[in-house]
């Protein structure tokens, strides 16, 4: 299994505006684009399902940017993987819909359904704010050696 780039600039993305929000102020698209060395067009097109699922906002004007419509605690990072990559799962065999004709008799089958649930809970402890505070934290030994 791999993450898409989409799931991982989603998480970076969203921990920015956190940050910016926390200091009280919205983040701008072009200081995402910079900080986070990613095309202003790629976020663009990222901030459209993290909008269409209620994670963000947009305020117009000369002084608009991006917020957070939800506290960095009640976000997940279970949450922004699936928003951009559909339901984590180890292997395709483990999606319900495509009903794998071994699936009772493969003895692998437990291994990623065990695998699979476990990765699941641990990205569902994980929230935003966890993340800010890493962040927060490696700032902290960068600047202060």
Request: aromatic share 4%.
């Amino acid at each position: 299994m791999k993450l898409s780039t989409r799931s991982r600039y989603g998480i970076r993305i969203l921990a920015q505006i956190a940050d910016c929000n926390a200091a009280g102020k919205l983040a701008r698209g072009s200081e995402i684009a910079h900080k986070q060395e990613i095309s202003e067009g790629y976020i663009e097109q990222l901030m459209i399902p993290l909008k269409k699922n209620g994670l963000v906002s947009t305020v117009r004007g000369c002084n608009g940017g991006y917020k957070l419509k939800r506290s960095p605690e009640d976000l997940t990072v279970l949450e922004i993987i699936e928003i951009f990559d559909g339901h984590l799962r180890l292997v395709l065999c483990e999606d319900k819909k495509l009903q794998c004709p071994r699936k009772n008799i493969c003895p692998s089958s437990y291994v990623w359904e065990k695998l699979s649930s476990t990765l699941r809970a641990e990205a569902e402890k994980i929230t935003l704010k966890d993340i800010l505070n890493v962040s927060a934290e490696c700032h902290n030994r960068a600047t202060h050696g």
